[in-house]
Structure formats: structure tokens, C-alpha cells
């Protein structure tokens, strides 16, 4: 009953937000994009997939012990007024949302999880149960149906790297469009690592064959795929575990 509850509660908001955007219409959930069930079925769209992924261990091992220090830099740069709203623009694998969500809740602040695959959420759903400032939006990143700036800060945590070019372009231009003048927006994902690294040779083959489009952020600073239509100033550039890790935050602008 209280499933059913919230879920109409969500829908019941997802019209007003269409609405508000100019949508009359009912609302229509996401399709799984095929670059998604192409690449990334076995990790994201497979039942059994949270058997495995959904292990801090495993998403530490992945991140070559690095998913702490990551999170950690995330968090350090929440720092919110009370009864602010936070967006996150993908689900993530591990306790990095449900600790996003603690330091949220710290300020009385409410945070927004958004993704295209409804399997990822349900998943999401049952593992942040405990937190109340939680809601799930069934939506695609890449067109969110949030009015103008909706949030005080958007988080994009390793999702650029999984998409093409386009749809890495589009989720920038919406999480910055969704933020309000004045918010942050925080993205963390990979970066090509120094010439030194001892990972570099053994990373690359790994990235192009599990992670097709991760190398596009390897030749090209993540700073060049910003919009040019929506104002923003970069806040601060850094790197995590000799440049394989980058951590970009901007400022919307008026």
C-alpha cells in the first residue's frame, strides 16, 4: 500500500513538473536508450547484476580503492543551506547515494535520484528504504523533465564515460539548465592518467573493452563538452590517483 502510494505521489508530481514545462500530456516514461542495452545490459539492466555490483567491495575494487576518497570529495563540496533540494543523475552502486543523502539530511535537505532504467531504481528503492529524503524520478538524463532551475546542487557521479558524445553533451546541458543561479554542479568520473601511472597500460585495453566511450574523457578535457547557452564558472579542476580520477565542480551563473 505504501509502495502504491508513493508511486502515485510520483506520478502525480511528475505531471505537474511536465506541466510546468510546458507538457499537457500524460507522462511517458523513459526507453532504455540502445547504447545502454548494447554496452552496459550485463551491468546495469540484468537482474542478477546487483548480485554482484552491488557490493562496496566490488565498486571499491573497480575504482582501484579509490570509491571512498571519491565520495568523500563529493561530500566535502555539499554544503547546502537548510531545506535545500539536491539533485543525483544516475544510481550508483555502493553507499555513495545513501551517504549523500545522510550529509543532506544534516540541513534538513532532500535529494532527487534520477535514471532512464526502472531496474536500476526499484534496486535503488529497497537499498535506501531507511532514508526519507529520498525520491526516485523514473527519467532520462540526457532529457530531464524538471522545469529550470529546480535544484541548489546536481551531483553526476561516473555516469559521462558510460555514454556517446550526444548524450554526454545533452546530460551536461541538463544538469546545469536544472540547477539553480548560484548552485553547484559536481561531476566525478575518469580522466587520462599521468604517463607515469603503472595502471595506464593495463586501464586502456580494460576502458575499450568494457567501457567503449570512457576514452572520449581520456583525449578530451571534460571542461570542453560544456553548453555555450547556459552561463557557468568552474569552481575547481582535480585529479585522484595520479590523473585516472577527475573531479569538476561549476557554479551556474545568471
Not at 16 to 32: L, V
Not at 81 to 87: F, G, H
Not at 167 to 173: H, L, Y
Not at 220 to 245: E, H, M, N, Q, R
Request: one cysteine or more; glycine letters at 4%.
Amino acid at each position: 500500500m505504501n509502495s502504491d502510494r508513493s508511486s502515485l505521489a510520483e506520478k502525480q508530481e511528475i505531471i505537474a513538473i511536465e506541466a510546468a514545462r510546458g507538457h499537457h500530456g500524460p507522462h511517458q516514461p523513459p526507453s532504455i536508450p540502445t547504447y545502454l542495452q548494447d554496452t552496459y545490459w550485463w551491468a546495469y539492466l540484468h537482474e542478477k547484476s546487483f548480485w554482484f555490483f552491488e557490493r562496496e567491495w566490488v565498486v571499491n575494487l573497480i575504482l582501484w580503492g579509490n570509491m571512498r576518497r571519491l565520495t568523500e570529495g563529493v561530500l566535502a563540496d555539499t554544503q547546502l543551506s537548510p531545506r535545500s533540494r539536491a539533485l543525483q543523475v544516475a544510481c550508483v552502486y555502493g553507499k555513495f547515494t545513501g551517504l549523500l543523502a545522510d550529509r543532506l539530511n544534516q540541513s534538513g535537505s532532500k535529494l532527487d535520484l534520477v535514471d532512464v532504467a526502472s531496474i536500476q531504481l526499484e534496486n535503488a528503492r529497497r537499498k535506501l528504504a531507511r532514508h526519507r529524503n529520498i525520491s526516485f524520478r523514473h527519467q532520462d538524463s540526457s532529457s530531464l523533465a524538471y522545469p529550470d532551475a529546480t535544484f541548489d546542487q546536481t551531483v553526476v557521479f561516473f555516469l559521462l564515460h558510460e555514454q556517446p558524445e550526444n548524450v554526454r553533451r545533452q546530460t551536461i546541458s541538463e544538469a546545469l539548465r536544472v540547477t539553480r543561479p548560484g548552485g553547484k554542479i559536481i561531476f566525478v568520473d575518469y580522466h587520462k592518467p599521468s604517463a607515469w601511472h603503472p595502471l595506464r597500460l593495463v586501464m586502456k585495453p580494460i576502458l575499450h573493452w568494457l567501457e567503449p566511450f570512457a576514452m572520449d574523457l581520456w583525449n578530451t578535457p571534460l571542461a570542453a563538452y560544456l553548453p555555450t547557452d547556459i552561463p557557468c564558472k568552474k569552481v575547481s579542476l582535480d585529479y585522484t590517483f595520479g590523473g585516472l580520477y577527475q573531479k569538476l565542480v561549476l557554479v551556474r551563473q545568471p
